[in-house]
């Protein structure tokens, strides 16, 4: 054996795949079904457990761009999902039970893999190590994460507020400011409502549709992370004292105090990415783009990442791995996965190919790799681990995590395409550049659905 995986989720699988591919043997470990999770049903690998979409395939989309990266990668689970693809529009949808049972056949199939049923309790002294254990991570795993990491640095609570993408805000229905001018005047975007607005609002957060519990979610929320539709319950005045207080604070254009205030805070250095503060929600997704454009300067907003509310077992990336998904503690340890703070079914699957590059590049003697900044895996991982670490949430692919093009074009679907565009071309020199097998990239809108009918 060279690499050992923990965790047979969409991650690990890639990572498996990975690794055999460049030629190192590979034992894989799943708990189930001698062990199971209350969101799993079936004993295959890589399970979607809550939805079968992939999310879209266009390039004027991040989850497009990803794709088309992780297809360059030679990501196994693109593959598979070109063969069970079903009707979805412009989205990459599977069927669920044929797509895990195919992933589950290639790996077992595949001579430099080894699969293994067996539930791991403790972190192994195998290295190079790649753990992988999804956001259900075991209890009895979980304790031997929060020994080896910290428990401070293990988190089993998702209360996720939504994020948008700077350049949507109307800049000129806002202002900078601090709470009683403490700190730095720019630290918040402040987005004021007249009591009119407010009223609106309130009214239309109240009667919004929320998403459902899954049969595995604690119904009971921590004080700390009540959804805002739930204050909103409690009384017409406790937003006005909670996440939309005004107190502190000053309008510029008017001289006084806005009757409630809706506080924005960078999500990253550029300032590209802004958080809704204390906006953590369980309502449907298209609930949150209507009620929340309902705050005057978020009136187009575009949402990079909507709020949720869920169980998740997570790390704090930002103090604990490197760009490679090293450990910092233990650069031949690996995490990969939502574990990791990357949020979406993608997003694990291609932090689990990057995984599997380097486990494989450990076995070689090779250092770690990162993807460049400009790519959407790239300007993922390096999110994740060097996020502000004391309000550190997971993060789902976005344009918002790119840098700047030098010369932007001023429509926004050009805008993103043109960042795919660069995207591609630097993984591809890159990949050329660290000796990685160039695989055939999709071309996102050939792709062809064969189970069902179009």
């Not at 990501?75 to 999902?81: G, I």
């Not at 502190?248 to 105090?257: A, I, S």
């Not at 949020?343 to 486990?359: K, V």
Request: charge should be neutral; include cysteine.
């Amino acid at each position: 054996m060279d690499v050992l995986i923990v965790g047979g989720g969409l991650a690990g699988c890639e990572a498996a795949w990975q690794a055999a591919r460049q030629g190192c043997r590979v034992v894989l470990m799943e708990m189930r079904p001698s062990a199971t999770t209350p969101a799993h049903k079936t004993p295959y690998l890589a399970e979607l457990v809550c939805s079968n979409s992939l999310k879209a395939l266009s390039l004027d989309t991040a989850s497009g761009l990803l794709k088309e990266e992780m297809g360059h990668l030679g990501s196994l689970l693109l593959d598979v999902a070109q063969e069970c693809r079903v009707p979805a529009g412009g989205a990459l949808a599977v069927d669920r039970k044929l797509f895990a049972k195919l992933v589950t056949e290639r790996l077992e199939a595949h001579p430099l893999t080894r699969l293994v049923r067996e539930e791991v309790r403790e972190v192994p002294y195998h290295r190079p190590l790649v753990v992988a254990t999804g956001p259900l991570t075991s209890p009895a795993f979980s304790q031997a994460l929060a020994r080896l990491l910290g428990e401070g640095y293990l988190y089993f609570y998702d209360a996720i507020s939504p994020i948008v993408l700077g350049d949507s805000i109307d800049y000129d229905r806002a202002f900078f400011a601090s709470r009683y001018g403490r700190g730095e005047e720019g630290d918040y975007l402040n987005c004021p409502l007249t009591e009119e607005e407010y009223n609106r609002f309130y009214k239309a957060l109240t009667e919004a549709e929320k998403v459902p519990l899954r049969d595995f979610e604690d119904p009971r929320f921590f004080s700390g992370c009540l959804p805002i539709e739930e204050m909103a319950r409690q009384g017409r005045e406790t937003l006005l004292y909670g996440p939309m207080k005004p107190v502190g604070l000053r309008d510029p254009r008017t001289g006084r105090r806005p009757f409630a205030v809706v506080q924005l805070r960078r999500e990253n250095k550029e300032g590209t990415l802004w958080n809704l503060v204390g906006f953590q929600t369980r309502l449907k997704w298209p609930e949150q783009r209507r009620v929340f454009r309902l705050i005057p300067a978020l009136e187009e907003a575009e949402f990079a990442r909507f709020g949720s509310i869920h169980r998740n077992t997570y790390i704090n990336s930002p103090r604990l791995l490197e760009p490679s998904l090293a450990f910092k503690g233990d650069t031949e340890l690996f995490f990969a996965g939502q574990i990791t703070g990357v949020e979406g079914y993608m997003e694990s699957a291609a932090s689990g190919i990057l995984a599997g590059i380097n486990a494989a590049r450990v076995v070689r003697g090779e250092e770690p790799v990162v993807p460049p900044a400009t790519t959407m895996l790239g300007a993922l991982v390096r999110h994740i681990t060097s996020a502000d670490a004391e309000n550190f949430q997971p993060m789902n692919a976005n344009f918002g995590l790119l840098p700047p093009l030098d010369s932007p074009p001023k429509r926004r679907k050009e805008r993103k395409v043109a960042y795919s565009g660069r995207a591609i071309r630097d993984l591809v020199l890159w990949m050329e550049e660290v000796g990685l097998p160039l695989s055939q990239g999709r071309v996102v809108g050939e792709w062809e659905p064969v189970v069902g009918e179009r």
